[in-house]
């Protein structure tokens, strides 16, 4: 069994930077990848970031050259570095582990961008 607990989100200004962190819990087989995701009220869910097994990130196109993230093997965490901050990334956070076919995800962390 996997659990995953999101940590890390908060207000911030615009401009601003924060830091994300899921931990993972249980026994994980074969991870293919660590990934997060974000949900804006009444929007659909959308990739933000995720990183493979092998270390490679790829990033949505409206966090590119903002947002970087980052695995820990050891902990089996998954962090997100979010820099220069905008209010359109006003979104709850999931964290997300896929072991297909299966996915797992965490239950959420609010981050507000606002002045």
């Known amino acids: 069994q996997v659990q995953l607990v999101e940590s890390g989100g908060g207000l911030v200004q615009p401009g601003g930077s924060l830091r994300l962190s899921c931990a993972a819990s249980?026994?994980?087989?074969?991870?293919?990848?660590m990934g997060w995701y974000r949900q804006g009220p009444g929007k659909q869910r959308e990739l933000v970031a995720l990183?493979?097994?092998?270390?490679?990130?790829n990033y949505a196109d409206s966090v590119k050259g903002r947002f970087t993230i980052s695995i820990d093997n050891a902990k089996r965490a998954v962090y997100l570095q979010m820099n220069s901050l905008k209010p359109e990334d006003t979104a709850v956070y999931y964290c997300?582990?896929?072991?297909?076919?299966?996915?797992?995800w965490g239950q959420g962390t609010q981050v507000t961008v606002s002045s």
């Open positions: 990183i493979t097994s092998g270390g490679s990130p």
């Open positions: 249980g026994s994980i087989l074969s991870i293919n990848t």
């Open positions: 997300n582990i896929k072991r297909y076919p299966l996915d797992y």
